[in-house]
């Protein structure tokens, strides 16, 4: 198998760990603070990086003219996006979240078009566009509400919030991405993460009722700590570098897909005509955004 592919299949595999890292954390979330929460996984998710680093031979220092710089992109992508994205699902409904988070692709492009050399092709912009207006045919035709009234307008500007803060944390990733491996870059991410959500969650850290807190909920901090960020950011990181930006932010848009799979195979569910209208969509953004214009292939022909 070439290794194009196997970077669409370790998004893939993303998409899934992101998909049922949604329930998840619903249920943690359910016995664990939301502020101590994000602490605890980040504890988990930086000790799986610095280990996986130091067994490559990373080390987790960086160039002196990169490391304040390095610092900022982390608490956009790390403190910011991690404390809206908690924060806007405690406001919102699901489904409104799932919609402010598809729009993750659509950011990444246009900051990606103004501010980087990777433009937009007509593919591209195609793509970005299918995959949302399928996660928003999926949404509107599935069960769960939506709504945009006054009660839940906040949460829905808080995690639209989280989803620009994570295509900046992405379009910055990239520069910086051909100077440090996916995983020593994951790896000092996540220590910038842990350290400034620690300041600021230590206060509901001291006051958690840890005998409150059942393996389940331990079990969700170990999921989303060593999967949904450690594990999942090496393999992104790994994508931003190798096919770019805009075309690794579409896999995002797969995390809905694969919520209506799990829950049409372990929960029996019934999809509508839109949702399957939106999941073949979603999967043609995708497609497309995948797909290289003709210059681009005399780009790679040139270099190779």
């Not at 502020?35 to 031979?57: D, E, H, P, Q």
């Not at 350290?195 to 958690?208: E, M, N, Q, V």
Request: glycine share 10%; aromatic share 14%; net charge positive.
């Amino acid at each position: 198998m070439s290794r194009p592919y196997l970077i669409d299949l370790s998004l893939i595999f993303v998409a899934i760990i992101w998909a049922l890292n949604f329930s998840i954390v619903k249920v943690s979330l359910s016995e664990i603070d939301p502020y101590s929460f994000n602490v605890l996984r980040f504890i988990f998710a930086t000790g799986l990086l610095w280990y996986f680093a130091r067994k490559k031979g990373h080390s987790l220092k960086v160039r002196k003219k990169h490391f304040w710089k390095l610092v900022g992109i982390g608490i956009i992508g790390n403190l910011f996006y991690q404390l809206f994205f908690i924060i806007g699902i405690n406001y919102t409904y699901a489904a409104n979240a799932a919609v402010m988070l598809g729009t993750i692709p659509i950011w990444v492009a246009l900051l990606s078009q103004f501010f980087t050399d990777e433009k937009l092709t007509l593919f591209k912009t195609l793509g970005v566009l299918f995959a949302f207006i399928g996660v928003a045919l999926i949404m509107i035709g599935g069960q769960d509400k939506i709504s945009f009234e006054s009660e839940t307008f906040w949460g829905n500007i808080i995690t639209l919030a989280a989803a620009i803060c994570w295509g900046v944390y992405t379009i910055l990733s990239r520069q910086y991405l051909r100077v440090y491996s996916p995983l020593q870059y994951s790896a000092f991410m996540s220590v910038v993460g842990l350290i400034s959500l620690t300041l600021i969650g230590l206060p509901f850290l001291i006051k958690l009722n840890w005998s409150g807190i059942s393996w389940v909920g331990f079990g969700g901090i170990l999921y989303s700590g060593a999967l949904s960020i450690g594990i999942a950011y090496i393999i992104w990181n790994n994508g931003v570098k190798k096919i770019g930006a805009v075309r690794t932010a579409a896999y995002q848009n797969l995390v809905p897909v694969l919520g209506l799979i799990f829950g049409l195979v372990l929960l029996g569910e019934e999809l509508t005509v839109l949702q399957y209208i939106g999941a073949g969509s979603v999967i043609a953004g995708i497609i497309l955004a995948r797909k290289k214009t003709r210059t681009e292939q005399a780009k790679l022909s040139y270099n190779s």
